[in-house]
Nanobody
Framework: VQLQASGGGLVQPGESLRLSCAASRSIVSFNAIGWYRQAPGKAREWVAQITSGGTTTCSDSVKGRFTISRDNAKNTVYLQMNLLNSADTAVYYC??????????WGQGTQVTVSS
């Protein structure tokens, strides 16, 4: 299984970005797909996830600003990030959970929020 994350970049505070995670197989075959992030010098932090049934959850630190969604036909999960601030600067990783294997991790995509 391959997870291809994309969409990162450099933005100013208050701006938006949309990250994409394209999977090499049907995303509904996973129990859930989500995003983690890791800022310099900090532990990896769970951000949001969407289950195979479509239930979405996100961390308190991004609630109200970030939205996770998916396009089953494209086998792609999205993370819409609004009102970005410097605390959101991190490498963002896509991860897929399956009941029979360890989680699958994609490569990271860098998000930098700076004026």
């Amino acid at each position: 299984v391959q997870l291809q994350a994309s969409g990162g970049g450099l933005v100013q505070p208050g701006e938006s970005l949309r990250l994409s995670c394209a999977a090499s197989r049907s995303i509904v075959s996973f129990n859930a797909i989500g995003w983690y992030r890791q800022a310099p010098g900090k532990a990896r932090e769970w951000v949001a996830q969407i289950t195979s049934g479509g239930t979405t959850t996100c961390s308190d630190s991004v609630k109200g600003r970030f939205t996770i969604s998916r396009d089953n036909a494209k086998n792609t999960v999205y993370l819409q990030m609004n009102l970005l601030n410097s605390a959101d600067t991190a490498v963002y990783y896509c991860v897929a959970w399956s009941s029979s294997t360890p989680p699958y991790w994609g490569q990271g995509t860098q998000v930098t929020v700076s004026s």
